[in-house]
């Protein structure tokens, strides 16, 4: 069965600070990406998607992410964050069974300090 | 803004109580999809609904009953809950579910207490 992991569980930057958080997946073949941002008490938010194409996708409020197949890996990234992206964000995975089925990962939670 | 509403915010029941989570999407989806999420944990799949036919019950204890009246509306029926099933309870939809290159976009959730 498909399972995602994000080995970061709580990650602490200052503002202005360079963010990388990791995701890896375990399917070997097609695989459709998800990175979804929880802010506290606020409902989960799509920051960027993968299906095909350029592995490097922008997402909004300046976040990327780069899908390395042979890394079987999703890293999301961004620059320079800011106080205001401080929440969980979640790393997910289509299920190649159908049915758009989403795995997360057990989540990272960011906490960016003024 | 969410275009995914979910009512109601916040639900306090007994263990004997029947009660109803709703979910309505308008956005012209045909897939909607509830899923449960514990404190400091990821959302986990519950049921699927694609063209209003359940498609996916992630063997899900019966106290739990689904329901998908049309194409904008999902219900969740709950009876007999255990305290255990306290959690926050998150609706999403999806254009069309049956192919995994769709994206879901979820609802602020119900946050469910079972006392």
């Known amino acids: 069965a498909q399972s995602v992991s994000q080995h970061n569980h709580h990650v602490i930057l200052s503002e202005a600070a360079s963010l990388e958080l990791g995701c890896n997946y375990s399917?070997?073949?097609?695989?459709?990406l998800f990175w979804y941002v929880q802010y506290p008490g606020q409902h989960l938010q799509l920051l960027l998607k993968?299906?095909?194409?350029?592995?490097l996708v922008k997402g909004i409020k300046g976040f990327e992410a780069e899908f390395i197949k042979s890394k079987f890996s999703f890293n999301l990234r961004k620059p320079s964050v800011q106080w205001s992206d401080t929440a969980e964000y979640f790393c997910?995975?289509?299920?190649?069974?159908?049915?758009?089925?989403?795995?997360f990962g057990a989540g990272t939670r960011l906490a960016v300090h003024p | 803004d969410t275009e995914v509403t979910q009512t109601p915010k916040h639900l306090v029941m007994g263990m004997t109580n029947k009660k109803s989570l709703k979910c309505e999407q308008h956005?012209?989806?045909?897939?909607m999809y509830w899923y449960k999420q514990k404190a400091k944990k990821p959302p986990e799949l519950m049921f699927v609904?694609?063209?209003?036919?359940?498609?996916i019950n992630e063997s899900v204890p019966s106290r739990f009953s689904p329901e998908c009246p049309n194409s904008s509306l999902l219900n969740l029926h709950l009876h007999a809950l255990q305290p255990e099933d306290s959690a926050l309870y998150l609706c999403?939809?999806?254009?069309?579910?049956?192919?995994?290159?769709?994206?879901?976009?979820f609802g602020p959730g119900t946050r469910l207490t079972v006392l």
């Open positions: 999403a939809s999806s254009q069309v579910g049956r192919t995994s290159t769709d994206t879901q976009y």
């Open positions: 399917y070997g073949g097609t695989v459709n």
């Open positions: 993968y299906f095909s194409g350029d592995p």
């Open positions: 997910a995975v289509n299920d190649p069974g159908g049915y758009n089925k989403l795995i």
């Open positions: 956005m012209g989806h045909r897939a």
């Open positions: 609904y694609s063209y209003e036919k359940l498609s």
